[in-house]
């Protein structure tokens, strides 16, 4: 049986301004699509200053808004909430793509903001239009570099905070410092919980994540969290590659990883699962043991929530070849790509290598198996239901993964 799916060209970003997912196919996942016509279409109404007459502030009369007779009462209501509200996204330096990206996917136009640095590397933000009274939702993944990126961040929630925002949402696709969330000898430090007492601390008043490194992370917040998953990406990708679903297995790249491979699997057809043991000698330095499952003849997807060094997955995948897998797929939705990374991942060990645009890829770290997936329309539409208080209850808001 042939997995066959919505595909997307390999070596350019998927992007689209409509669901990516098919329903008719056995393994889609729901996605809505229901808001894509008033929503594509509306833009967000710039805070103007009061006005006076004669000394006195001047309101004008609040008139019906009127709207082509062809949408229905349930899409009229829909766009005149939207015109109405102040929603505000604000991108900084880390990965401007992916903002931009986002921004066009909710048909709203980018806050308009200056970020410079100083001679001796200062930060300095300055917002360039109001958020009095905004929902403000800032985005900016903590990638390398990382402390110069998160700087910023609390920076830029600081400029929305003292500009008299009503609400910041730091919108954080790639959360650094996530593999430092627990002790494993004496004498370390918790840098994962450090870094979410700074943001709470800067004024944000919300998070959103994109596959955090552990679910702990999330009670690091002392306020609400809303957790997104790249899977539904690319999984979508995975089905529209003609494989036999017989012949899949998903392989998690270690112990600690087999909870997010299992999901994995579940999702892309109850395909079997294998096990790569490892013994960690020290940071970013591996050793594989052993393989725990059947790979003989299989196509192997190795799934992981980032790609660092490549020394793990690397590793893993000369064990499959050895034990007879007949290719290797590595997945992943944070693409770090410390050196060697680009070396161990082009050295011909997989078939391909599947991430997210959670962080920026640079073009020099390009090679002919990488294959790039956005998550703009995933974050875009988490941002709409935050927006609208959606409950996570709601179906399809829960099959994006949402917690």
Same mark, same amino acid.
Do not use: W
């Given at each position: 049986?042939?997995? $066959? ?29 229901? #808001? ?12 103007? =200053? ?21 949408? $229905? ?12 509200? +102040?929603? &505000? ?9 992916? $903002? ?14 200056? !970020?410079? &640095? ?42 929305? &905070? ?19 969330? #627990? ?22 008043? #919300? ?24 899977? =539904? ?15 899949? !297995? ?9 909870? &997010? ?18 013994? #960690? ?25 980032? !790609? ?17 897998? +007949? ?17 161990r991942l082009s050295s011909g060990l997989f078939q391909e290598v599947i991430i997210t645009n959670t962080i920026p890829v640079l073009e020099q770290n390009y090679f002919p198996q990488l294959t790039v997936l956005s998550v703009a329309n995933l974050l875009g539409e988490t941002i709409w239901r935050v927006h609208d208080d959606c409950s996570s209850g709601f179906e399809p808001y829960s099959s994006l993964g949402i917690d």
């Open positions: 049986m042939a997995l $066959s799916l919505f595909h997307s060209t390999s070596s350019s970003i998927a992007f689209s301004s409509s669901s990516p997912y098919s329903p008719s196919s056995p393994f889609a996942i729901p996605f809505p699509t229901h #808001r894509l016509s008033p929503r594509n279409t509306v833009r967000c109404n710039l805070v103007e =200053p009061v006005k006076f007459n004669n000394g006195r502030p001047f309101i004008p009369v609040l008139r019906e808004p009127t709207l082509p007779n062809f949408l $229905s009462s349930k899409d009229m209501e829909e766009t005149i909430n939207k015109n109405d509200t +102040r929603l &505000r996204i604000f991108s900084g330096t880390a990965n401007p793509a992916l $903002s931009q990206e986002i921004a066009c996917y909710m048909g709203l136009e980018l806050g308009k903001i200056n !970020i410079k &640095r100083f001679a001796d590397g200062e930060i300095y933000v300055q917002l360039q239009e109001s958020v009095r009274g905004c929902d403000v939702y800032l985005v900016q993944p903590t990638c390398p570099p990382a402390n110069e990126n998160l700087m910023e961040l609390l920076i830029m929630i600081d400029a929305c &905070r003292r500009a008299s925002a009503k609400n910041i949402t730091a919108v954080i696709p790639y959360f650094g410092y996530a593999r430092a969330d #627990r002790k494993t000898q004496g004498r370390e430090s918790i840098a994962a919980k450090l870094v979410a007492n700074l943001i709470t601390e800067a004024g944000a008043n #919300r998070v959103l994540a994109c596959d955090l490194h552990s679910g702990q992370s999330m009670g690091y917040f002392d306020i609400p969290v809303d957790h997104v998953y790249g899977q =539904p990406v690319i999984l979508d990708y995975l089905a529209s590659k003609t494989i036999c679903s017989d012949d899949l !297995i998903v392989v998690s790249p270690d112990v600690g990883g087999v909870a &997010r491979a299992r999901a994995f699997a579940k999702k892309l057809s109850d395909a079997p699962l294998a096990i790569v043991d490892k013994r #960690r000698h020290g940071h970013n330095v591996a050793e594989v043991m052993n393989l725990i499952g059947d790979v003989k003849g299989k196509v192997a997807v190795m799934v992981d929530d980032m !790609i660092d060094t490549a020394g793990t997955i690397a590793k893993g995948a000369a064990l499959l070849h050895q034990e007879g897998a +007949r290719e290797v797929y590595a997945c992943s939705t944070h693409a770090v790509f410390s050196p060697p990374a680009i070396q």
